[in-house]
């Protein structure tokens, strides 16, 4: 059935993400503070409004893709988007946001006399385009039914965690075992370069062994072993190294707020945090094998690239098809 969609923030994941609810035969009212992100959108199809508020107010469902919590908070309150809406409208916010923050959205909504879902999403701007993406929902059960439709539209796989911030919850833990896990791959390969141990002889042992994980046999830190990572193209993202510091920050936030001695966790947001603002800025957040290397005092000897094994897995291209990329 056709319905009217507001959906507000057409950036790198919200602009792809609303093409493909136009592609799926609704009509999308859209809304960006950047011009040309609105006019983008308005070239695949969706309606341009002359304000996020202007839009909700003839939608069916509000949909919003924003960069941090403040400003999923600010459009909801200050900037009238539940004010606007009519009443039981139902409010997805799949940004990424802390879940203290998703929870105060939901409870907005609620006094406003509407509904609300936080619907997070894995697979990145590769998956928002192709129209892959995991959704990791939280909210009530009558509220995810009524969204599943219009997530499915844009994402491979819809899953409902629990109740109000259960998907931010999902996604944050989610995101900090890969970012741990990325660290400790790294610190395995520098180990080993500095063992005089090849690279290649480490991937085939541990790509079988009990240290596999993504961030070995899809991100792998080092080139050569699996040849799609961002490492064979100059650590170009894949999965930015800001995007890792901002949820890995997250992660630490709820952390701290429910007083968990994850020290791991703690670390690795700390970590990428440097990285983030320094050399990593424009890189795959993978690249922080470099910065591992580089502060060691140890005699590292690089060991060259390998040539492609038969066996190994897919390349993050194929993988974040099929959403399971941070
Ligand atoms: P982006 O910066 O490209 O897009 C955000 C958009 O929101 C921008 O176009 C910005 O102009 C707009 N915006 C900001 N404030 C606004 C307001 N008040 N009203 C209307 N528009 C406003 O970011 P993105 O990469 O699309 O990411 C969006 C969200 O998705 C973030 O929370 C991010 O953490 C999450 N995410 C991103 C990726 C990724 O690979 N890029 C992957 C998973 C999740």
């Known amino acids: 059935m056709t319905r009217t969609v507001a959906f507000v923030g057409l950036g790198h994941m919200g602009g792809p993400m609303a093409a493909n609810l136009v592609g799926a035969g609704h009509r999308v009212l859209g809304y960006d503070v950047v011009p040309e992100a609105l006019a983008a959108a308005a070239a695949s199809g969706v309606e341009p409004a002359a304000s996020a508020a202007a839009a909700a107010a003839g939608a069916d469902v509000v949909i919003t893709m924003l960069p941090a919590g403040r400003h999923v908070l600010e459009l909801y309150g200050e900037r009238g988007l539940l004010a606007s809406a009519r009443p039981g409208t139902l409010f997805v916010d799949c940004s990424t946001i802390d879940v203290a923050d998703a929870r105060a959205a939901h409870a907005a909504a609620r006094a406003a006399g509407h509904r609300a879902l936080d619907a997070p999403v894995s697979g990145g701007v590769v998956g928002a385009e192709a129209g892959t993406l995991t959704f990791m929902?939280?909210?009530?059960?009558?509220?995810?039914?009524?969204?599943?439709?219009?997530?499915?539209?844009?994402?491979?796989?819809?899953?409902?965690?629990?109740?109000?911030?259960?998907?931010?919850?999902a996604k944050i833990c989610n995101n900090m075992i890969l970012g741990i896990s990325m660290i400790g791959v790294s610190e395995a390969f520098v180990l080993a370069e500095s063992l005089g141990l090849d690279h290649r002889a480490l991937y085939d042992v541990a790509s079988t062994a009990s240290g596999q994980c993504w961030a070995l046999t899809v991100n792998c830190p080092v080139p050569g072993p699996v040849p799609g990572s961002p490492a064979n193209r100059d650590y170009r993202p894949g999965f930015a190294a800001p995007l890792m510091a901002k949820d890995l920050n997250l992660a630490a936030n709820a952390l701290r707020a429910g007083g968990v001695d994850a020290q791991l966790g703690l670390k690795a947001a700390e970590l990428y945090a440097a990285f983030a603002?320094?050399?990593?800025?424009?890189?795959?957040?993978?690249?922080?094998?470099?910065?591992?290397?580089?502060?060691?005092?140890?005699?590292?000897?690089?060991?060259?690239?390998?040539?492609?094994?038969?066996?190994?897995?897919?390349?993050?291209?194929?993988?974040?098809?099929?959403?399971?990329?941070?």
């Open 277 to 326: 603002e320094g050399d990593g800025a424009g890189l795959d957040f993978s690249a922080i094998v470099r910065t591992i290397r580089g502060s060691g005092a140890g005699t590292a000897t690089a060991s060259p690239a390998s040539p492609a094994s038969p066996a190994s897995p897919a390349s993050p291209e194929e993988t974040t098809t099929d959403g399971t990329a941070p």
């Open 137 to 169: 929902a939280g909210g009530g059960a009558e509220e995810f039914a009524e969204a599943e439709p219009f997530l499915s539209a844009m994402g491979g796989k819809v899953v409902h965690c629990g109740s109000a911030g259960a998907g931010q919850a």
